[in-house]
């Protein structure tokens, strides 16, 4: 099978690697920027260009691993180069269906992982959701998924989609609080560490039960008086005076 990233990012640079990896290596690296197609073509092995008209003609999947306001573009631009390839990106947030006015195989293939140059991802753990116009592209994607990974789910535009909000909650919405934390306590020199233990106990109550039944905290247990305290504390900073509130009140609607 003949694999084209298209993208030089985060998600390109790790994929492409695993891929490699598992007896899948990519044929060819494409990105607007020479340089960063160069960089991971070279440690991928691979041919590389940064123009479209330049991708390989015999193509059998391409990987658009690109920011999701680009998708579209991006599909633009290649669609009259690409023949009979299987065409996916990797986005949580955006739909497959967008791919079908450019290409007769589409899908996607999303990695429900957030991924950092720094970190090397824990493959078995990360789930892939894959989707696809045809179902014997969807088996391809599956097969490739289990290969590379562990979890795979068939999971569909509109699923997606809520996936997508959810995954914001549980990971960008809870790290922006742990710097919220990091910041208050920095106010007073004390140390983040100082919640790290609370921090594990949270997420392994999440894993191990309902993240319902799990909650505490003064506002589960009605405690205004404390409450009014924090926000007294917070005052100095609204925005996260207006966070506590609004998360105080959607755990207990009493408070309100």
């Not at 960008?172 to 007073?188: G, H, P, S, W, Y």
């Not at 983040?192 to 003064?218: C, I, N, V, Y």
Request: proline share 5%; net charge negative.
């Amino acid at each position: 099978m003949k694999i084209v990233i298209i993208g030089a990012g985060r998600i390109a640079w790790h994929l492409g690697k695993r891929l490699k990896s598992k007896g899948l290596p990519v044929a060819q690296v494409i990105s607007r920027t020479a340089g960063h197609a160069e960089s991971l073509a070279e440690v991928l092995q691979a041919q590389w260009t940064d123009l479209p008209a330049e991708i390989i003609p015999d193509a059998d999947w391409i990987i658009l691993a690109v920011k999701d306001d680009a998708i579209v573009e991006v599909a633009e631009a290649f669609a009259p180069h690409v023949r009979e390839a299987l065409v996916t990106h990797t986005s949580g947030g955006t739909a497959g269906a967008v791919l079908a006015k450019y290409f007769s195989r589409y899908g996607v293939f999303y990695p429900l992982q957030s991924f950092s140059r720094e970190h090397t991802p824990v493959w078995s753990k990360i789930p892939f959701c894959v989707d696809a116009a045809h179902p014997e592209d969807v088996l391809q994607l599956k097969k490739t998924a289990k290969t590379i990974g562990n979890l795979v789910y068939r999971v569909n535009d509109e699923q997606r989609a809520l996936l997508h909000v959810a995954a914001v909650f549980a990971n960008n919405f809870a790290n922006r609080c742990f710097a919220i934390a990091e910041k208050i306590l920095d106010e007073k020199d004390l140390p983040f560490e100082l919640l790290h233990p609370l921090m594990e106990e949270t997420l392994a109550k999440a894993l191990q039960d309902s993240p319902e039944r799990m909650q505490t905290g003064p506002a589960m247990r009605g405690d205004t008086d404390t409450v009014k305290r924090h926000l007294h504390l917070l005052q100095k900073h609204p925005e996260w005076q207006n966070i506590y509130r609004i998360l105080s009140d959607d755990i207990n609607p009493e408070l309100r």
